[in-house]
């Protein structure tokens, strides 16, 4: 359970308030060595907070991260710090995450300062090897991020998460800024660079297409909680959440044979601070019953890796 406010305040509130402002709750998934799993969901939904409470960006007041089989949430700082190599984030914004005022050398090589790691030679080799890497030539090392587009920006930031040969990346909605003709191409490299390095990767986008693209399995999330995960290929043909469905029905589809009927949705999104009793989604669910305004559903299995919580089934 997280709480995405700071602690100082949340220790003003009586138990009651806090509960309203979970930003996450009950979250529960694996992602498995190699793997993409995507995280999707309109936002507000808590994909980021679940992603960076991985890394400690925020931290969980609640609840374990196993990595390798180890509760990080037990680290020291220090522990912490070296687990980072392994563990590394790209961000949605490369206009916002690269400093205006480093070189492209300098940016890519700041992990590798940060944690000493190498001699200057060796870093600067290193530089240029995940450049060519990321499909940027050395040769631009010297120049700032302004000088660069938006998809050139994107690229330094994944070399830069690539400098201490993590084993996992969270990519928080890495391509979301992108004009759509460049998103394809930065979807490749990932792609690319997960078969070269071993990457498993947490992808967390608000864009089905992507994820169809892009991921191995899938988990849907609405309103700080996961309501369906499965494969890819499952999730997409046989959506079982009613939110899910909602989701796929929405997207343009080009063969007009496999489009799902539209299911409109009632209603506003629901602010994640107070959301509805039950099922979270029983306000605009189509489908809703009388049980759904009173109990949470659990979590069932469907079989074939495919989980659903929702009374209907
Ligand atoms: Fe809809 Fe009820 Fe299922 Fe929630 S539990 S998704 S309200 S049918
Ligand atoms: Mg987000």
Redesign the pocket.
């Known amino acids: 359970k997280y709480f995405p406010v700071k602690r100082d305040i949340l220790q003003k509130l009586t138990r009651k308030e806090q509960k309203v402002v979970k930003a996450v709750d009950d979250v529960n998934f694996k992602v498995y060595k190699g793997e993409t799993l995507a995280l999707v969901g309109e936002s507000g939904c808590g994909k980021s907070t679940t992603g960076r409470s991985l890394l400690r960006l925020i931290e969980p007041t609640e609840g374990n991260v196993f990595f390798e089989g180890k509760d990080i949430v037990a680290y020291s700082k220090q522990e912490l710090k070296n687990i980072k190599k392994d563990m590394q984030i790209v961000f949605q914004d490369p206009f916002a995450s690269l400093h205006p005022r480093m070189t492209v050398e300098e940016i890519i090589a700041e992990p590798l300062s940060i944690h000493k790691v190498g001699s200057r030679e060796e870093r600067r080799t290193k530089v240029e090897y995940l450049m060519e890497k990321v499909g940027l030539s050395p040769q631009m090392k010297k120049r700032y991020p302004h000088e660069f587009s938006g998809g050139q920006r994107q690229r330094i930031g994944i070399a830069k998460a690539l400098a201490l040969n993590p084993k996992f990346i969270i990519c928080d909605e890495p391509v979301s800024a992108l004009d759509v003709s460049v998103q394809a191409q930065v979807i490749n490299l990932f792609k690319e660079l997960q078969k070269q390095f071993s990457l498993t990767y947490l992808f967390i986008s608000h864009d089905l297409s992507v994820v169809k693209h892009v991921s191995d399995r899938v988990g849907v999330m609405y309103l700080g909680k996961i309501?369906e995960i499965a494969n890819t290929a499952d999730l997409f043909s046989r959506p079982a959440?009613?939110?899910t469905q909602a989701l796929l029905s929405a997207k343009p589809v080009i063969d007009e044979k496999n489009r799902i009927e539209r299911i409109v949705l009632d209603g506003e999104l629901p602010t994640p601070l107070n959301p509805p009793s039950?099922?979270?989604?029983?306000t605009r669910?189509?489908?809703?019953?009388e049980?759904?305004?009173h109990v949470e559903?659990t979590v069932k299995d469907l079989g074939t890796n495919h989980q659903v919580?929702?009374?209907?089934?």
């Open positions: 309501v959440h009613p939110y039950g099922c979270h989604f029983h669910c189509p489908f809703k019953m049980k759904c305004m559903p919580a929702c009374h209907l089934h």
